[in-house]
């Protein structure tokens, strides 16, 4: 029977988390500038980060398309 320990199980969890962490600042950062450029209202700019915000599972799969692209 194979034990995991707590580390071999949270480690990997807590890296895609970091990614996704990042990956959403830098989402997050395009999206005022894009808006600021193109003249988007403000309110318009809170609901898109709000939904982003919110959908954590977006930002595990961008996670975990990224940390693939870096190993290729």
């Known amino acids: ?16 988390l970091a990614y996704g962490n990042f990956l959403s600042y830098i989402i997050n950062s395009t999206l005022f500038t894009n808006a600021s450029v193109v003249g988007i209202s403000k309110r318009m700019r809170d609901e898109e980060v709000r939904f982003m915000k919110q959908n954590k599972l977006l930002h595990l799969y961008l996670a975990f398309k990224a940390r693939l692209i870096c190993k290729n």
């Open 1 to 16: 029977m194979i034990s995991w320990s707590e580390r071999e199980i949270y480690e990997p969890l807590d890296n895609l």
